[in-house]
Nanobody, 124 residues
Framework: QVQLVESGGGLTQAGGSLRLSCAAS????????MGWFRQAPGKEREFVAAISRSGNITRYADSVKGRFTASRDNAKNTAYLQMNGLKPEDTAVYYC?????????????????WGQGTQVTVSS
């Protein structure tokens, strides 16, 4: 069982930056690939980024590539999403999730544990 708690969301202007954190409970954090997803009002939840168990491999959605960076600190049981160059279309609730799959999947159905989400709002 893994419990995930996101933090770091907020309101910022276009071009600004935010860093989301995802704190995990339990001693098996390093056993999970971590993913980030987002859901805007009226839209389906979509893949944003994923990071491997060791943190040396990442994968991004085309819409955030070059602007967002996923990282993790297994000693602190925490995953991060650094978001730079934010755009109004990045406005959404952001979720972190954990999957036992050994690969960087962007499929929601393969993630077993989910956080409660944190709101990110980018004004123009």
């Amino acid at each position: 069982q893994v419990q995930l708690v996101e933090s770091g969301g907020g309101l910022t202007q276009a071009g600004g930056s935010l860093r989301l954190s995802c704190a995990a409970s339990g001693r098996t954090f390093s056993s999970y690939v971590m993913g980030w997803f987002r859901q805007a009002p009226g839209k389906e939840r979509e893949f944003v980024a994923a990071i491997s168990r060791s943190g040396n491999i990442t994968r991004y959605a085309d819409s955030v590539k070059g602007r967002f960076t996923a990282s993790r600190d297994n000693a602190k049981n925490t995953a991060y999403l650094q978001m730079n160059g934010l755009k109004p279309e990045d406005t959404a609730v952001y979720y972190c999730a954990a999957t036992p799959r050994p690969y960087l999947t962007g499929s929601l159905n393969e993630y077993v544990y989910w956080g409660q989400g944190t709101q990110v709002t980018v004004s123009s």
